[in-house]
């Protein structure tokens, strides 16, 4: 592997990301492109590939590149334009291809990526396929990779929007549910692309009993009102104020590729991430149900740092909670073994068996009108049963050796005699017959000299008590 090629170095656990040109450029996505024809697409026989990009100003450019390296080693290329990720997946599931998405998400103007895929939307990480590809595109970079000829492949290109809006739509009908008022905050990313087809009757679907009210739909890779994360509070305020200042019934945010979706209730309130998780878990369950399942054969499955209301939930209905490890290409892959029919992150990230077991905010958020549209109350009301206990969040501290952070935080909760599981890092539970429950998990990055700390607690006073003594722990002051 030649190291010294910046390419090297922008290769993640899952996905690629770089800045714009410096560690991402035309010839090196090329290469990718290349590569992941050779590594994927001929291996797994598939007879092309497809290619989305979102709305960054490097993206058409770069997606013709992708396109171009694939051609160039035998392979179709079908070019989907602008579309959002889970678009990507759907053109992917649907189609029975392997493919690629232009993106770096919610990051700066100056970066890009790619999110690849195989066919049926299957998740690529590093020791999957990634890795493979990452050294291959080196290879291709400093003259030394293959160079048999595989013939010359076709580039066309197909809008698949509306298939997508339908195949959604047939998931979660929404024509039958009461009149609602959605204030949509695209972030200037690709939810002002996909949003008015799924949500309203711009793309020809019929229309729905929802009004829309629009906020930075127009696609802009330069971000000019606020950062397309959801996760981060500033990039909610906004939102926050066009759903009160409208009187409408709730808020919906999005990242930049769109595959991600953040709730805000009526009052303009976040809603938990973990609640969205527990409330779509109870749908899923019912709907698996109802179409002859028992309800304990019925998987969901969530991550160590979601909220214990998840299980508590999927306890009270009967079905089976799954716990994995944090980040997508855990999740996926325990979903694919489980069939689990749903899963869901407190990064707002949400799966679904009937989506080929990929990631879509839009599917999420549809669930979240079909349920508040269901019935009268407001959202608020509707979203309490699934939000009962207080969370930090999570909570980052740089720290000079992690290891060593991880372990202090074990044997102060040896000393405290907590109950300790290792899944993911470190998860202590104080469950006592008296006195607040709570819990705590911190994880060191994979990237970086960082330790994350998330709490939750019956209360705030216990929730903050619980926090500050962790963060002393974790950053060698006395708790």
């Not at 040109?21 to 050779?38: H, I, N, T, Y």
């Not at 808020?251 to 973990?274: K, Q, T, Y």
């Not at 407001?378 to 206990?389: C, K």
Request: glycine share 10%; net charge negative; with cysteine.
């Amino acid at each position: 592997m030649t190291s010294g090629h910046p390419l090297a170095h922008i290769v993640k656990a899952y996905d690629i990301r770089g800045v714009v040109p410096d560690q991402l450029d035309a010839a090196g996505v090329a290469a990718l492109g290349a590569a992941f024809a050779d590594v994927i697409a001929h291996p797994d026989g598939a007879p092309a590939v497809v290619v989305g990009h979102d709305m960054r100003p490097s993206s058409p450019e770069l997606a013709q590149a992708f396109a171009s390296g694939a051609a160039a080693r035998g392979v179709d290329v079908v070019l989907l334009g602008l579309t959002s990720t889970d678009g990507l997946y759907y053109a992917s599931g649907a189609l029975g291809l392997p493919g690629v998405m232009l993106t770096a998400s919610h990051n700066p103007a100056r970066y890009n990526g790619l999110k690849l895929c195989r066919a049926g939307a299957r998740p690529i990480s590093l020791e999957s396929g990634l890795g493979q590809v990452r050294d291959l595109a080196l290879a291709i970079l400093d003259g030394t990779g293959p160079d048999e000829p595989r013939g010359v492949g076709s580039v066309s290109t197909q809008d698949i929007t509306v298939a997508y809006g339908r195949h959604l739509r047939e998931l979660v009908p929404l024509d039958r549910i009461r009149p609602l008022k959605v204030v949509v905050d695209a972030g200037n990313g690709m939810a002002g692309h996909t949003v008015p087809v799924v949500l309203t009757d711009a793309g020809g679907l019929p229309a729905l009993p929802l009004e829309v009210i629009p906020l930075y739909f127009e696609l802009d890779g330069t971000f000019p009102n606020h950062e397309a994360n959801p996760l981060e509070p500033a990039n909610l305020v906004d939102l926050q104020r066009a759903v009160v200042a409208h009187g409408a019934d709730l808020g919906l945010a999005f990242d930049g590729d769109a595959d991600r979706c953040f709730v805000v209730d009526e009052r303009g309130e976040p809603v938990s991430p973990s609640a969205v998780t527990a409330l779509v878990a109870t749908r899923e369950v019912a709907r698996a149900v109802a179409a002859g399942a028992r309800a304990e054969e019925v998987a969901v499955v969530y991550n160590v740092i979601s909220s214990a209301t998840v299980q508590e939930v999927l306890d009270e209905i009967g079905a089976r909670g799954v716990r994995t490890r944090v980040g997508h290409s855990f999740i996926k892959a325990v979903m694919a073994q489980e069939s689990a029919v749903f899963g869901g992150e407190h990064s707002a990230h949400y799966y679904f068996r009937d989506f080929w077991f990929a990631d879509t905010g839009m599917l999420a958020a549809m669930h979240v009108l079909a349920a508040l549209g269901g019935q009268d109350a407001p959202l608020s009301a509707l979203v309490s049963t699934y939000d009962r206990y207080v969370s930090s969040g999570e909570i980052n501290s740089t720290v000079a050796d992690p290891s060593a952070a991880l372990a202090a935080v074990r044997s102060w909760s040896e000393a405290q005699g907590l109950t300790l599981d290792e899944l993911d890092g470190i998860t202590a539970t104080h469950a006592a017959a008296s006195g607040p429950h709570w819990w705590l998990n911190v994880r060191s990055s994979n990237t970086e000299p960082l330790v994350r700390l998330n709490v939750e607690a019956d209360d705030r006073a216990t929730m903050e008590q619980v926090r500050d003594r962790a963060l002393a722990v974790i950053r060698g002051e006395h708790p």
